[in-house]
């Protein structure tokens, strides 16, 4: 079955990047996602890159694709005390519609120091 | 704002006790819903699929007549806990599909303790 797998914990300084990394089985999976999670609370999604592109930017976040050795990589620039959180990496072979399932890696918490 | 309600947002109650969570999408109509299940510390494992007007369908290891899945309209699914005991305590959190072109949206959550 899928599997999809996160280092547990990183720790960075305030205004430093964040690189956090995924790696995934299953190579027929077609969208690959970020998701925030805040303590108590529910998922954010924060951004989604398809199979076929390499990557993806979005203001502060930057998402890198390697299908070739299945892992996923988000890069936070100027990492801030608000983005601590557990990020969530996951996959499914298609979009929201359709009984599309999210299959999510373990989970990565992400402390910001000052 | 918010696409996804999910209510309540935390359950206490005595062991026996049957819970309803029911999770709403407030913007566009969804055929299919998703119920999950949050161990502290731990990711979300998928529990059922949830589709308006048919049978939900659950994953290996998900007790159907302990996790009643109702999908009843197209804005609407609930899942009723029956019977909960201390074991069934964690965080629920549904997430709904808009369409084949879109992410999936979640709710914030339900965290259930049952003593």
């Known amino acids: 079955g899928e599997d999809v797998e996160q280092s547990l914990f990183l720790s960075v300084r305030e205004g430093d990047s964040s690189v956090i990394n995924c790696t995934y089985t299953?190579?027929?999976?077609?969208?690959l996602y970020w998701y925030k999670q805040e303590p108590g609370a529910g998922l954010q999604l924060l951004t989604y890159?398809?199979?076929?592109?390499d990557m993806k930017q979005d203001q502060r976040l930057t998402v890198l694709l390697n299908k070739k050795d299945k892992h996923l990589s988000l890069r936070i620039a100027d990492t801030q005390t608000g983005d601590s959180a557990i990020y969530f990496c996951?996959?499914?072979?298609?979009?929201?519609?359709?009984?599309?399932?999210?299959?999510f890696g373990t989970g990565t918490q992400l402390k910001v120091e000052l | 704002g918010a696409v996804v309600s999910q209510h309540p947002s935390w359950v206490i109650c005595k062991s026996g006790t049957s819970v309803k969570i029911e999770c709403r999408s407030l913007?566009?109509?969804?055929?299919?819903m998703f119920w999950y299940r949050q161990f502290p510390k731990q990711s979300l494992m998928l529990m059922a699929t949830?589709?308006?007007?048919?049978?939900?369908?659950?994953e290996q290891g998900v007790e159907k007549d302990k996790f009643l899945i109702n999908h009843a309209s197209l804005t609407l699914s609930t899942l009723t806990v029956t019977s909960a005991h201390p074991e069934d305590s964690s965080f629920y959190i549904c997430?709904?599909?808009?369409?084949?072109?879109?992410?999936?949206?979640f709710g914030d959550g339900t965290r259930l303790s049952i003593l």
């Open positions: 997430s709904v599909g808009q369409s084949s072109n879109q992410p999936q949206h």
């Open positions: 299953d190579s027929s999976s077609t969208y």
């Open positions: 890159i398809f199979s076929n592109m």
């Open positions: 996951a996959e499914s072979m298609g979009l929201g519609g359709g009984g599309n399932k999210l299959t």
């Open positions: 913007d566009f109509q969804a055929t299919t």
């Open positions: 949830s589709n308006e007007g048919s049978k939900a369908t659950y």
